[in-house]
């Protein structure tokens, strides 16, 4: 039988720091980033701490008078009066140690809250109607939670400068290449600079348009430059989406390659290209389908575990299983929010690819724009990068732009915006530069 165990705490350091903070009116500056209200144990140092943030938002200096009038006499009256503030008061220590103890009481918590995931987890394990799946989810959820120990985020004006300063610095060594990720489409990559870490790039479209041929090739294009790519590919079957990249790297029309009706030399190719992706092994699909943003966070944080991770990419924003909300809206918004969450909580780029609604078609030009995706939540304003694919020769057949694919740099926040053209070879599934640099 297992032996019950106390819950970890300290109590003579919660009430040392408490104390602390009822006599030093500045030491609340060290510690209020620190600790929350539940970190405490103690439900009476609970009530009192609470009550010594409220006066700290509101700049009142916090005294046996102003904390008891803040807690209330119904309060006052459980956590033992104003007797406990005043012994609180005697037990305050040296204010250079009061980070050391909000540490402590933060630490204490936080296998507080280890413990209680372990057990919420034990016990939706023995719920047999509970989605195995989304139990795990929301396990590493609260375990992510708790564990994340937040880099830091702000910085004076000397740290800023000197680490922008290391940056410029490394890109000066590097003979100015381009600082993010290169997709070996060079038009592309000088246009934006690169996809960069901790950035969510949106591509765009209409049905036919071209996103998931682009977005394979931009997908085959880093990993061939090595970086690790996870793709969420919803709409095909992992054959389908094999095909279509072995279709791209072996120069073979697609449907050929479907049938099975190679000739000796095609055969060749198909080897040398399917050993070539074989052997740099580091692209990672994922063709479940009605993903949802946990699943898919859930999923990218074992790769980046087990194999590290550059990209993710997400085929496509309208197969994503979105939370309820009142509103389409407010759920696609959601969804984007933490797909840019995730893009800095993993230091890793992100691209999602999104379907435009039929109001593109009413339009005699028949590009999209950026009022397209307003009707979608808050894609607009949460992408870093917005890309619209545009194809003319589908709703032209006597276009002069056949086998042309329009890319629209339509939003980009630190760089300029403009369209760039790409030769669309649609019976091999590939784009290339209309012009070799």
């Known amino acids: 039988m297992t032996e019950s165990k106390a819950l970890p705490f300290s109590l003579q350091v919660e009430c040392d720091l408490i ?17 929350e209200i539940e970190d405490f144990y103690n439900s009476a140092n609970q ?12 700049d009142i200096k916090a005294d046996i008078v102003t904390i008891s009038n803040e807690i209330g006499e119904e309060k006052l009256t459980k956590i033992g009066g104003v007797t406990y503030l005043s012994k609180l008061i005697d037990s305050g220590i040296s204010g250079s140690n ?6 402590i009481i933060k630490e204490k918590s936080n296998r507080r809250k280890l413990i209680k995931a372990a057990q919420d987890l034990i016990d939706k394990a023995y719920n047999e109607k509970a989605e195995i799946q989304d139990i795990v989810n929301k396990t590493q959820d609260k375990l992510l939670e708790t564990t994340n120990t937040n880099d830091k985020l702000i910085y004076t004006d000397d740290e800023l400068m000197t680490c922008t300063l290391q940056a410029i610095q490394e890109r000066y060594k590097s003979g100015g290449e381009i600082p993010g990720m290169r997709t070996g489409l060079k038009l592309l990559d000088n246009a934006i600079n690169g996809f960069k870490r901790g950035e969510l790039n949106i591509i765009a479209g209409r049905p036919s348009m071209g996103k998931t041929v682009f977005a394979l090739n931009v997908a085959d294009g880093l990993a061939a430059e090595g970086y690790k790519v996870a793709l969420f590919e919803m709409e095909m079957t992992p054959e389908a989406l094999g095909m279509r990249r072995l279709a791209a790297k072996a120069y073979i029309d697609s449907i050929k390659l479907n049938r099975g009706s190679l000739n000796d030399d095609e055969w060749k190719r198909l080897g040398y290209r399917t050993g070539e ?14 993903l949802s943003i946990q699943d898919i966070k859930a999923r990218s944080k074992k790769i980046k575990q087990k194999y590290g991770l550059d990209v993710i990419i997400v085929d496509h924003l309208t197969l994503m299983k979105m939370a309820k909300k009142e509103r389409r809206d407010l759920e696609v918004a959601d969804t984007t929010m933490h797909l840019k969450f995730l893009a800095k909580e993993l230091d890793v780029t992100v691209i999602l690819l999104s379907q435009l609604s039929r109001a593109v078609e ?8 950026l009022s397209d995706l307003r009707e979608s939540g808050s894609i607009e304003q949460d992408a870093d990068v917005v890309m619209f694919l545009y194809r003319d020769e589908y709703y ?6 056949k086998g042309i694919l329009e890319v629209n740099i339509a939003k980009q926040r630190n760089g300029k915006t403009g369209a760039l ?8 599934q590939l784009i290339t530069e209309m012009f070799k640099r």
């Not at 104390?19 to 600790?35: P, R």
């Not at 009061?98 to 540490?103: F, G, H, L, P």
């Not at 009413?362 to 724009?369: A, Y």
């Open 421 to 428: 053209k790409f030769i669309y070879k649609e019976e091999y």
């Open 277 to 290: 992706i074989a052997g740099r092994n580091n692209m990672f699909t994922d063709c479940s389908v009605n």
């Open 98 to 103: 009061i980070t050391n103890y909000a540490e």
């Open 47 to 58: 009530i009192i701490y609470e009550a010594l943030t409220k006066l700290y938002m509101r």
């Open 362 to 369: 009413q339009r005699s030009d028949k590009r999209p724009m």
């Open 396 to 401: 032209d057949v006597e276009s002069e732009e």
């Open 19 to 35: 104390g602390t903070l009822l006599v030093n009116e500045d030491a609340i500056n060290e510690v209020i980033d620190i600790l």
